[in-house]
């Protein structure tokens, strides 16, 4: 049974902050590829197009991470219906152009959002 919080409450979120949202991809890996030719692995990816904003995180949140995030980090808040896959440690999130490792993920208990702490 899905709880009562993953429907409506995540409609309502996601309408809430359709104004502030803009597109992002996600690069997923989906298998190695070995090349006896080079001798190397080459990995294969997918992408993903999803809808969500990027955040800093406050000093409080730093703080109370135990110096797990880095001044260089951001927290991108991605909404879970827009995203055809799971987002897992290791896959990278594109914004403008620019790599972000997902390094932390988790999920809001409505399960409307991914919130993933990402590094340079």
């Known amino acids: 049974m899905t709880s009562p919080l993953r ?21 997923h890996l989906t298998g190695s590829v070995y090349d006896p030719m080079s001798g190397e692995t080459v990995n294969t990816y997918a992408n993903y197009v999803c809808r969500g904003f990027v955040d800093t995180y406050s ?37 403008d152009g620019i790599d972000r ?3 932390a993920i988790e999920s809001d ?9 990402t590094a340079l």
């Not at 995203?83 to 440690?89: G, R, S, T």
């Open 59 to 95: 000093a409080a949140e730093k703080s109370a991470s135990g110096n797990t995030i880095a001044v260089t980090d951001r927290k991108i808040v991605i909404l879970t219906k827009t995203l055809a896959a799971v987002p897992e440690l290791n896959d990278v999130i594109i914004v």
């Open 101 to 103: 490792n997902i390094v």
């Open 7 to 27: 429907g409506p409450i995540a409609r309502t979120i996601a309408g809430a902050l359709k104004g502030i949202l803009y597109d992002l991809t996600l690069r």
């Open 109 to 117: 208990p409505a399960g409307a959002t991914w919130i993933l702490q």
